[in-house]
C-alpha cells in the first residue's frame, strides 16, 4: 500500500446509474449528484481506465475551507477554548481530559485503541456521559462519532461542541427548559461520543495541522496512506467479510470491538462532502430488482426527515439558511443506495450485526470549511442532534430477567417482522432493552438461551416517552 501515488479527487461528468454501475467498483466514490456528476478518488490506473471506457472526468479537487484557523492547546490555556477555530491534536486530546477532570460526576475518558500510525501514534478517544457514569443502567445506549474520513472534520467540531453543552447546560436544579431538557438527556440516557474516529488521517501531515493535508483514508505504520478507505473496510451484510479485499485495519477492528461490547439502541456517523442524511441500506437497494429495504425503513424516513426539516429551520444564511441540506435532496434526507452503494460501511455493520439503528449525516458540503463557518454549523444542528438522542427514549422499553431478577442476555423480536435488522438486543448486564418505534400497537416475542420464549402482546406506543413492558 505504499506504492503509488495519492488517489485524486474526479468529477466523471455524468451521474446516472448505469455510470455508477459501471465505476464503482474500481474508483472510490465520494459521492453521486444524479444526474449530473459522480464524484471520485481515483489513482492513474483508474483514470485510464475510465478513459478507456470511454466515460468523461475531469480533476475536482476541494476547492472551499481555506481559512483554517488553528487552535493549540497553549492557546486554550490562555485564553480559552474558541469554537471558531479547528482544534490542534494536542488541543483535542487536552480536551476530553478537561472534560473528564471538571466533571467527574458525569463523564469518563475511554480509550477505544491506538491507531495504525506507530511514527506519530494517536488513539481513538471517546466520552461516555452520564449521571452514573460507571454504571450499567437500565437506559439507552447512544453512539455518536464522526470523521472516519479523515479530511471530514466539520462533524469532529459539532461533537466537541455537544459535549460542551450536555456538560455545561446539565442542572437538575434549574428551571429553565433548555437545561431540563439536557438534563433529562444526560439523566436517560447513556451518552457516548468519538469525535475524531480516523486521527491519523486528519492529522497526516502533522499534529497542528488539518484541511488540504487531512487524508481521508487510513494510515500505514509509518504514516504513509494505505489508499484503505475507512468506509468501506467494515463486514457488509450482503458481501462478508473484507468487501474490500483489505484486511481490517486496526481502526476498524478497535470500532467493530467497541460495537461489540455494547448494545448501542441509537448510532449517528457524521460525514462530509454533502448536506444529507443517509438511512439504511447502503448496500441494499430498497426497489426492485435487489428489493431488500430495511424493515424500518418508515421509521429511518421519520427520524431523517425531523432531523433535516430542523436544520434546514435552524441554519444561518452564512451556510445557505433555508437552502441548507439541500445539495443532494429537496427534502435533506436519502436511502443510502439510492444515493450510491457502499459495501464495507460502519452504517451497515452497525444496523445488521449490532442491531442498531444508525444514521450517517453528511453535514457540510466542505469537507473541511472555513473555521469561522463552525458555530453557523452548530447553531444549524444543535436542537437536531439534541432531538435525535432523545429518540432512543421512544418505542417500548423494559427489563428482561429469569424468575429471581437476573438480567439475560435476550433477543427481542418485532412479531410480523423476521428480518435480522428488526430485532433488539438486551445489554446482559442490566438486562434492558430499547426498541424504537413510532406510534401504533405492537406484539413482542422474547428469546434467552436455556429459557421458554415468551410474547407481549397489544403494546400501545404514543409519541414521546417509551412503553414499558419487563418480561420474566
Not at 495504525?116 to 450499567?136: E, F, M, S
Not at 450536555?166 to 444526560?186: G, K, M
Not at 453535514?363 to 432531538?387: E, F, G, H, I
Not at 421512544?394 to 417482522?417: Q, S
Amino acid at each position: 500500500a505504499d506504492a503509488g501515488e495519492e488517489p485524486l479527487r474526479i468529477q466523471i461528468l455524468r451521474g446516472d446509474r448505469a455510470t455508477l454501475q459501471a465505476v464503482q467498483g474500481f474508483v472510490d466514490v465520494d459521492h453521486r449528484r444524479d444526474p449530473e456528476a459522480i464524484y471520485a478518488y481515483a489513482t492513474p490506473e483508474d483514470r485510464e481506465r475510465l478513459r478507456a471506457l470511454g466515460i468523461p472526468f475531469a480533476l475536482a479537487p476541494e476547492l472551499c475551507g481555506s481559512a483554517i484557523d488553528m487552535l493549540t492547546a497553549a492557546e486554550v490555556q490562555q485564553n480559552g477554548w474558541k469554537w471558531d477555530q479547528h482544534p490542534t491534536y494536542a488541543a483535542y486530546t487536552d480536551r476530553l481530559q478537561y472534560f473528564a477532570d471538571n466533571y467527574p460526576s458525569l463523564v469518563r475518558r475511554v480509550e477505544i485503541g491506538a491507531t495504525t500510525n506507530t511514527v506519530r501514534p494517536h488513539k481513538l478517544l471517546a466520552l461516555k456521559i452520564g449521571d452514573h457514569p460507571d454504571a450499567d443502567e437500565d437506559e439507552p445506549e447512544v453512539f455518536l462519532s464522526s470523521t472516519m474520513h479523515g479530511d471530514e472534520t466539520t462533524g469532529y467540531v459539532l461533537l466537541l461542541h455537544l459535549i460542551d453543552e450536555l456538560l455545561t447546560h446539565y442542572d437538575p436544579a434549574s428551571l429553565d427548559p433548555y437545561a431540563q431538557e439536557i438534563t433529562r438527556l444526560v439523566d436517560s440516557v447513556e451518552i457516548w461520543i468519538n469525535p475524531l474516529a480516523n486521527p491519523d488521517g486528519t492529522y497526516s501531515s502533522s499534529d497542528e495541522v488539518l484541511s488540504n493535508s487531512s487524508r481521508r483514508y487510513y494510515s500505514n505504520p509509518n504514516g504513509s496512506s494505505s489508499f484503505v478507505d475507512p468506509n468501506r473496510n467494515f463486514a457488509d451484510p450482503q458481501n462478508g467479510a473484507h468487501p474490500d479485499g483489505n484486511p481490517y485495519w486496526a481502526e476498524t477492528q478497535r470500532m467493530m470491538d467497541f460495537g461489540n461490547a455494547h448494545r448501542f439502541a441509537l448510532a449517528l456517523n457524521f460525514h462530509g462532502g454533502a448536506e444529507v442524511v443517509n438511512y439504511p441500506w447502503d448496500t441494499w437497494s430498497d426497489g426492485l430488482p435487489d428489493n431488500r429495504p430495511h424493515a424500518d425503513e418508515p421509521w429511518y424516513q421519520e427520524v431523517a426527515h425531523h432531523y433535516a426539516n430542523l436544520v434546514k429551520a435552524n441554519a444561518p444564511a452564512a451556510i445557505g439558511g433555508s437552502s441548507y441540506f439541500s445539495d443532494i435532496s429537496f427534502d435533506g434526507t436519502t436511502n443510502g443506495w439510492e444515493w450510491y452503494e457502499i459495501d464495507g460501511g460502519r452504517q451497515d455493520w452497525m444496523n445488521w450485526w449490532r442491531r442498531c439503528r444508525e444514521v450517517t449525516i453528511e453535514v457540510s458540503s466542505c469537507k473541511t470549511d472555513d473555521s469561522q463557518r463552525m458555530p453557523d454549523y452548530w447553531t444549524a444542528n444543535r436542537q437536531a442532534l439534541l432531538d435525535y438522542i432523545a429518540t432512543a427514549l421512544t418505542g417500548i422499553r423494559g427489563l428482561v430477567t429469569d424468575a429471581y431478577g437476573t438480567p439475560l442476555e435476550a433477543t427481542v423480536k418485532l412479531t410480523g417482522l423476521a428480518a435480522q435488522e428488526s430485532e433488539a438486543l438486551t445489554d446482559p448486564a442490566a438486562g434492558d432493552y430499547h426498541r424504537l418505534l413510532g406510534p401504533g400497537t405492537y406484539a413482542l416475542h422474547f428469546t434467552a438461551a436455556g429459557f421458554e420464549p415468551g410474547d407481549s402482546t397489544a403494546i400501545p406506543v404514543a409519541a414521546g416517552d417509551a412503553t414499558r413492558r419487563d418480561v420474566v
